[in-house]
């Protein structure tokens, strides 16, 4: 913890602290620059619809290859998130997102929509729906194409904006999700107050195949938010789903879309083309 010496302000910070500070420092210094120089690198993970086998969606992840690494977003969306330039990120990566798209129509293939992670920091923004709206459209692209990812806020306020933004969006055309759904303190209230298109129920939620303390629980929460959502006239998406035996049991249950290692990590652009081309085979 920080420690006043004296009168004066100077603080002092243990030196995990102080290394986490230059490191956030150091990102945020690094970020213009490296935005310029295209380090950050578009990733695509399908979703896949659990009834048909079908890709019928996918998520856009950005990477940042860095001096030869590729840094997963864990370790700098946190501190842009901070100090705000996550925003400029997000536009970035919609732009890579629609650009792809693009290519792939202009190639007269297929492609599904496209979901993309808007940061919270974005609700403070003026004319959200009108800067998605222009970037879209510098594409020309269908606005259906497009999906925006919102998580969860723990500010009371910010229901009535994300409401806004989300009618706003719907209104063009754009489908919203709510992304990490359960893990935020509020999530029924989110759901109650944001007419969102799509539940993304978040992976700590997914019953595991094994059996250990609490899978009852966990079964029966999962089953009711499934249950819940569709009631509600919203899609399901079930992320993190890692097993075959998952997958199965999310069937049984009703859930639409799942996303997860059973079917593909995130990839690059070219691979997932591939994926594209090729779908998943039945017993995949
Ligand atoms: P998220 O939006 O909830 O994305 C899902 C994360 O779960 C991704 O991690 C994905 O790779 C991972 N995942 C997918 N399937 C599985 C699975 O079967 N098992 C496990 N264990 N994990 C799985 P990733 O790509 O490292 O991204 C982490 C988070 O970083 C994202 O969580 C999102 O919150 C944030 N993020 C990523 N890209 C962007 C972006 O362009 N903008 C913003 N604002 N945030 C982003
Ligand atoms: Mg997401
Ligand atoms: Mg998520
Ligand atoms: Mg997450």
Redesign the pocket.
Known sequence: AARQKGSGTVAFYSTEIQNKIMEAQGIIASFLPALEAHEFV??Y?PKVDVNTNKICGA?????WMHEGRLI???QF?PQL?REGS?CR??YY?LEETCRFIRKRLDEGKKVPCIS????RRHLEEDYLVKKIVNVIGKYGIDHGYIEI?L?ESEDFQNYEIMSEIVDGLRSEGIATSI??FGTGYSSLNMIKKVDLNVI?I??SFIPMETEYPGKETDMVMFVSIVDLVRKLGKKTIA????TKEQLRYLRQVGCDIV????FD??MPESEFEVRLEQGYKDEE
């Open positions: 578009v990733y993970q998520e856009a992840l950005v990477r997963p977003p864990v969306i998130e996550v990120l997000d990566v993309v992670n808007f940061s990812e998580t992304d990490d993304k978040d992976k992320e993190g789903v890692e996303q997860g290692y059973v990590k995130p």
